[in-house]
């Protein structure tokens, strides 16, 4: 139905910088809301940042200044630019799509790891 592929994880060190990516294969990409979640091991899934249809941002309180979410409709792509990672910023990074379905509100992508570790 919806397809979301996420990329660009890797290993960092602290004060380094990645972006990722997550590419959607749904019909109606412009009005979706889009979402950066994430989780570390014995931790709760928390939102990160996300980005309405309308372009406004919510960030996790923890990233605010150091990540930045924004889309590109013409490609269906969500990115997360993430500066100055800290070791706390270790998890999985999920990408979620709210399509505003009363069946099926939202989708997920695979995960991307992202490790922060001198």
């Known amino acids: 139905q919806v397809q979301l592929v996420e990329s660009g994880g890797g290993l960092v060190q602290p004060g380094g910088s990645l972006r990722l990516s997550c590419v959607a294969s749904?019909?109606?990409?412009?009005?979706?809301?889009m979402g950066w979640y994430r989780q570390a091991p014995g931790k709760q899934r928390e939102l990160v940042a996300r980005?309405?249809?309308?372009?406004?941002?919510n960030y996790l309180d923890s990233v605010k200044g150091r990540f930045t979410i924004s889309r590109d409709n013409a490609k269906s792509t969500v990115y997360l630019q993430m500066n100055s990672l800290k070791p706390e910023d270790t998890a999985v990074y999920y990408c979620?799509?709210?399509?505003?379905?009363?069946?099926?509100?939202?989708?997920w992508g695979q995960g991307t790891q992202v490790t922060v570790s001198s």
């Open positions: 980005i309405t249809s309308g372009g406004s941002t």
């Open positions: 979620n799509a709210d399509i505003g379905s009363v069946v099926t509100p939202s989708y």
């Open positions: 749904g019909r109606r990409f412009s009005i979706y809301a």
